[in-house]
């Protein structure tokens, strides 16, 4: 049985939020700046980083405790390979299902996303609490 925390007291927490306040401004912003094509393709390029990393850290922080590592491992494996297929297939459903596109839009804010996990340590340490 996984002994779980509630999601907002997760210590990836921090992160995820400053993911979504990231893509959230980065659409804004391309929305304002370059139009309604843009701003959409911005928040769909956030929303194909965002996501799958929601989807792991449910799934990799389902465990804890010393007790629990055989399943802390097995869960982040299963939450890095859903999180790889969950992207693939948004990807995919995106280029196939979204016209028009700004496809700079979409990648710019999917690697922003993706490049706010470099401050996790400092996000997690700062607004982890004691």
């Known amino acids: 049985m996984p002994n779980r925390l509630p999601f907002h007291r ?31 393709s911005a928040l769909l390029g956030g929303l194909i980083a965002w996501l799958p990393n929601l989807y792991f850290a449910h799934k990799a922080f389902r465990f804890g405790g010393a007790r629990a590592a055989r399943e802390i491992v097995r869960s982040f494996y299963a939450g890095e390979a859903g ?25 710019g804010t999917f690697l922003l996303v993706l490049a706010i996990n470099w401050f996790a340590p400092w996000l997690i340490r700062r607004f982890s609490r004691p």
Do not use: E, S
């Not at 959230?24 to 959409?40: D, H, I, K, R």
């Not at 999180?83 to 693939?88: D, R, S, Y």
């Open 10 to 40: 997760l210590p990836v927490f921090p992160v995820l939020l400053a993911q979504l306040i990231g893509l959230c401004v980065m659409a804004v912003l391309l929305w304002g700046w370059l139009g309604t094509v843009a701003g959409y």
């Open 83 to 107: 999180k790889l297929v969950f992207t693939a297939v948004l990807f995919a459903l995106t280029f196939a299902g979204v016209k028009p596109l700004v496809v700079p839009a979409l990648f």
